[in-house]
């Protein structure tokens, strides 16, 4: 399972940014897809997760900032991301729970991550 994430940039306090993540190679099912961040010096901290059923959670940092969404046909998550701000600052790194064939195991897998920076 590779994920891809284009996106990301530089954006001004109380802007808008959306990210995209789309899932490819061999996967027989995806359980869940999501976003996580990390700034220097911190841990990567969950921001927002959807499972295949159209469950959604936030982090509360992000509650009414941030909307997650799915397109489960495509294999592909996105986060539009409102209202920024510094502290919103980090590598954003696209998450999904998948199984890559019948025969194996569910695994997490990972993005190259892409780095969102607000700033004036």
């Known amino acids: 399972v590779q994920l891809v994430e284009p996106g990301g940039g530089l954006v001004q306090p109380g802007g808008s940014l959306r990210l995209s993540c789309a899932a490819s190679?061999?996967?027989?099912?995806?359980?869940?897809m999501g976003w996580y961040r990390q700034s220097p010096g911190k841990e990567r901290e969950v921001v927002a997760t959807?499972?295949?059923?159209?469950?959604?959670n936030y982090a509360d940092s992000v509650k009414g900032r941030f909307t997650i969404s799915s397109d489960n046909a495509k294999n592909t998550v996105s986060l539009q991301m409102n209202s920024l701000k510094p502290e919103d600052t980090a590598v954003y790194y696209c998450?999904?729970?998948?199984?890559?064939?019948?025969?194996?195991?569910?695994?997490?897998?990972w993005g190259q991550g892409t780095q969102v920076t607000v700033s004036s």
């Open positions: 190679g061999s996967i027989f099912r995806i359980n869940a």
């Open positions: 959807t499972t295949s059923g159209g469950s959604t």
């Open positions: 998450n999904a729970n998948a199984r890559p064939s019948k025969w194996e195991y569910d695994g997490d897998y």
